[in-house]
């Protein structure tokens, strides 16, 4: 059993530029769920994707979009990036079930630098 | 109401003590608290969790004390290790793995 993969690992981007960065969910998993952890602090939801739709967004502005694919695998794409956007960027895989979704597996992230 | 409030900052252990970081919330709604360790380069990965209707958790030293009434939970681990040197983070949220809110961390570090 594979567990989350995110590439790249490392992205260094300007201001204004737009970045993709990708995931590869736990195998039998159907949900994937986006986090941004901002140095020293906890990760804060972007957005979860279940069968290839958004279900639920937190407290990110319209230029945080993502896709989930047939395979399960989902993109975050970050359009006008910002010096703020510097953080560690976490995928999460998960099972869905019918009471909600199960536990939560986190990727290594992807480091994305904003200069 | 969203917020998840985590306690200490940072912690120092001497090895084979109780480390004990706390978490609380104001959500009522929140009925599955996990807790995740981050090593530094790396994601989250889960510790324990917990649901509601139980009090107390334990797997192997770790153990997550729930206490519904006062909306706080904590982690303890016992024996600690070097090895277990980390940052700790609890998280909350409704219907089992749906939007996880984390609190804001807690710096481990085990003194041999």
């Known amino acids: 059993e594979t567990g989350v993969t995110q590439s790249p690992t490392h992205l260094i981007k300007t201001r204004g530029q737009q970045v993709t960065l990708r995931c590869s969910s736990q195998?039998?998993?159907?949900?994937v769920s986006w986090y941004q952890q901002a140095l020293g602090q906890g990760p804060q939801f972007i957005f979860q994707?279940?069968?290839?739709?958004?279900?639920g967004r937190g407290n990110f502005p319209p230029r945080f979009s993502g896709l989930q694919f047939p395979n399960y695998s989902s993109e975050l794409n970050v359009n006008a990036l910002e010096l703020d956007d510097s953080a560690l960027y976490l995928c999460?895989?998960?099972?869905?079930?019918?009471?909600?979704?199960?536990?939560?597996?986190f990727g290594p992230g992807t480091r994305l630098t904003v200069l | 109401q969203q917020q998840v409030k985590q306690s200490p900052q940072s912690l120092i252990v001497q090895k084979g003590g109780i480390s004990i970081i706390n978490c609380a919330y104001e959500?009522?709604?929140?009925?599955?608290f996990p807790w995740y360790q981050q090593f530094p380069g790396k994601g989250p990965a889960l510790l324990i969790a917990?649901?509601?209707?139980?009090s107390e958790k334990k797997e192997g030293r770790f153990t997550i004390s729930f206490n519904k009434s006062a909306k706080q939970f904590s982690l303890h681990i016992m024996d600690s290790q070097p090895g277990d040197s980390a940052t700790y983070f609890c998280?909350?949220?409704?219907?089992?793995?749906?939007?996880?809110?984390f609190g804001a961390g807690t710096i481990l570090r085990v003194k041999s």
């Open positions: 999460a895989s998960s099972f869905r079930l019918a009471a909600g979704t199960d536990t939560q597996y």
């Open positions: 195998s039998g998993h159907n949900t």
């Open positions: 994707y279940y069968r290839e739709e958004e279900n």
């Open positions: 959500n009522t709604a929140f009925d599955y």
């Open positions: 917990i649901r509601p209707d139980v």
């Open positions: 998280a909350a949220s409704m219907s089992y793995g749906n939007k996880l809110v």
